[in-house]
């Protein structure tokens, strides 16, 4: 069983960047992904990003890459996603996730979600 609550949405400008934060609790034993993904109205869930639990090896979609990363900190027990250079188009609810199955991308593959947390950005 797995916990997990973001932080860090908000609001804006273009150009600008947000730090978001997941923090997880409870199992880690068959935790396989930690993952972020976003979902804007009207639109389908969409991959953003994950970081592999045990050797840290990160996925970024096209989309998002060069301007985003993901990292754990082992300290505060957290997965952050550093975004930088914020598009309107990056504008969506941002859900952290995790997955015990081998699959980064696919949310269809992911068991536990967060409540998420809006990054809203301006033009």
């Known amino acids: 069983q797995v916990q997990l609550v973001e932080s860090g949405g908000g609001l804006v400008q273009a150009g600008g960047s947000l730090r978001l934060s997941c923090a997880a609790s409870?199992?880690?034993?068959?935790?396989?992904?930690m993952g972020w993904f976003r979902q804007a109205p009207g639109k389908e869930r969409e991959f953003v990003s994950a970081?592999?639990?045990?050797?840290?090896?990160?996925y970024l979609a096209d989309s998002v890459k060069g301007r985003f990363t993901i990292a754990r900190d082992d300290v505060k027990k957290t997965v952050d996603l550093q975004m930088n250079s914020l598009k309107p188009e990056d504008t969506a609810v941002y859900f952290c996730a995790v997955t015990t199955n081998f699959s980064a991308s696919d949310p269809k593959r992911y068991e536990y979600w967060g409540q998420g947390t809006q990054v809203t950005v301006s033009s």
């Open positions: 409870g199992s880690t034993f068959r935790r396989r992904f």
């Open positions: 970081i592999n639990w045990s050797f840290s090896t990160t």
